[in-house]
């Protein structure tokens, strides 16, 4: 816990204030910034001021007055620093190089399906890390790695659907080396950090469901997300054999990977969820099962969890309008009165939402800290 008797901790703090106001709203002046974080305009002008010196902030034009002084518009150097945010899905590793605002500047796309070792997805990034470094002036402040995985403090991956980091203990290490701060993070998590970090307004008390791949969900609160894997293993079914070991879990007709359990029941082939869009008149009722069974379970879930709205991301949210529509209406249908008209909304992000959240979260992690602005201000 910082101490605030400290005048270093208390300058930090209103330092990640600044930089916060400036990124939800650039071009406020010095005295537009004092009052819409509350710091007087001596010591203001010193944070500004150092921020300047720093490169962190730039001075623009003038502002239109009509009485007194005009003020200078401020914003933050996009090209100050970089992070680097990595997605490592089932078959392909995504890694990404963002401004300090978020922004993608350069990415590239690996396929991990002739891996045969953990050492294999580090050469991997650290070629990529390797470009990025060398193309871009800007210095990186961290990097997340992404990993469709629970990862305990110690940095060990658990229950991984990555059998060759599942159980890793040490892949964390193999980074070591780097001149800036790694981190592993669910994939959920970040997911979820994504749409945090750029909504107009705080996402408060907010199920977010990732359906993608493998099904997941996660409780949005005020500063902190919640997650949880046992959203994708909700009783659905009576047929279809789950990775858990159980029989009929929602993600076994829901996921990607119940879409090809379910293909191979029907057309004995395995099927992804993009191919039997593209097959739309002989796949349908198969996507349909799967919007029916996501509505039914978001009604338990949103029923245990007291969330005041549900935020669908992932790869599969990216399907055509009518089976988005087809699971809203179904959850109308099955809700009790009172739910029947709970907000549902479609990610922004759709399928990007981990690659983009691994940056994000990177960005968060060693640059922003503004959870831990909106648990300080919580507390006081």
């Known amino acids: ?122 050469d991997t990034i650290n070629a990529a890390v390797e470009k990025f470094t060398s193309f871009s002036a800007s210095p990186v402040i961290g990097m997340c790695i992404a990993l469709n995985a629970n990862i305990s403090p110690e940095g060990r991956i658990t229950s991984s659907f990555l059998p060759l ?93 119940g879409l090809r359990l379910e293909s191979e029941r029907e057309f004995g082939v395995s099927m992804t969820g993009r191919e039997m869009i593209k097959q739309k008149d002989k796949c349908s009722a198969i996507l349909m099962r799967a919007a029916e069974a996501l509505a039914k379970a978001l009604v338990f879930s949103l029923c245990a969890t007291g969330a005041n709205a549900a935020l669908i991301g992932g790869g599969l949210s990216n399907l055509p309008d009518e089976y988005f529509a087809y699971m809203l209406d179904v959850f109308s249908k099955s809700a009790a009165v009172p739910y029947r008209d709970f907000p549902i909304y479609r990610s922004y992000y759709k399928e990007k939402g981990t690659v983009q959240g691994a940056g994000l979260t990177a960005l968060e992690e060693f640059f922003y800290r503004k959870n831990l602005l909106l648990k300080l201000n919580d507390a006081v």
Not at 180 to 206: D, G, H, K, Q, W
Not at 243 to 252: F, N, R
């Open 1 to 122: 816990m910082l101490n605030f008797s400290k005048p270093e901790n208390a300058r930090y703090i209103n330092r990640l204030k600044v930089v916060n106001a400036l990124r939800a709203k650039s071009g406020l002046s010095r005295a537009q910034l004092a009052k819409e974080i509350n710091i007087n305009k001596v010591s203001m002008g010193e944070i500004v001021q150092g921020l300047v010196d720093e490169g962190i902030i730039t001075e623009g034009v003038k502002q239109e007055s009509a009485k007194g002084r005009p003020g200078t518009c401020l914003s933050l150097n996009e090209s100050h620093a970089s992070a680097i945010g990595v997605d490592i899905s089932t078959r392909v590793i995504t890694i990404t190089l963002f401004s300090l605002l978020g922004t993608p500047i350069r990415m590239e796309r690996y396929p991990s399906s002739d891996f045969t070792c953990d050492t294999d997805y580090f």
């Open 165 to 257: 980091l599942n159980d890793n203990s040490h892949f964390i290490s193999l980074f070591s080396g780097y001149p800036f701060p790694v981190i592993l993070a669910p994939a959920l998590i970040c997911a979820a950090e994504a749409e945090r970090f750029y909504f107009e307004s705080t996402l408060e008390n907010m199920l977010f469901i990732n359906w993608g791949e493998h099904l997941s969900s996660a409780l949005i609160l005020r500063d902190r997300i919640i997650p949880s894997m046992n959203f994708a293993h909700i009783p659905m079914l009576k047929r279809n054999v789950c990775h858990c070991g159980s029989v009929g879990c929602l993600e076994t007709i829901a996921s990607g990977y």
